[in-house]
């Protein structure tokens, strides 16, 4: 069985940087429509930055300019640097993946979460 397993989240004061990694386990050829995702208290869960697998990389107005997502084919792990970060920055982020096996397309899988948490 696969899944996605999340580090780098935690507390940050304003205008620091933090690094989010999403590693795939289990038998991986390729990830695919890459994401991350945020949610704060009360608000609605909005995508921050995509990567396609051919690397084309998209990312919310919020985050344009503070925030890159990479990956590491070795590793099966997508990355989201976030620098600058502000308190409205704040919120649970997860990594949403579409994972493929050696047998084909499994699904997309979301990450467990983890908390980012921005002080004045």
């Known amino acids: 069985q696969v899944q996605l397993v999340q580090s780098g989240g935690g507390l940050v004061q304003a205008g620091g940087s933090l690094r989010l990694s999403c590693a795939a386990s289990g038998n991986i050829r390729r990830i695919d429509a890459m994401g991350w995702h945020r949610q704060a208290p009360g608000k609605q869960r909005e995508l921050v930055a995509s990567?396609?697998?051919?690397?084309?990389?998209n990312y919310a107005d919020s985050g344009k300019g503070r925030f890159t997502i990479s990956r590491d084919n070795a590793k099966n792990t997508v990355y989201l640097q976030m620098n600058n970060l502000q308190p409205e920055d704040t919120a649970v982020y997860s990594c949403?993946?579409?994972?493929?096996?050696?047998?084909?397309?499994?699904?997309?899988?979301w990450g467990q979460g983890t908390q980012v948490t921005v002080s004045s």
């Open positions: 949403n993946h579409a994972l493929f096996g050696d047998w084909g397309y499994t699904g997309r899988w």
């Open positions: 990567m396609a697998s051919g690397a084309d990389t």
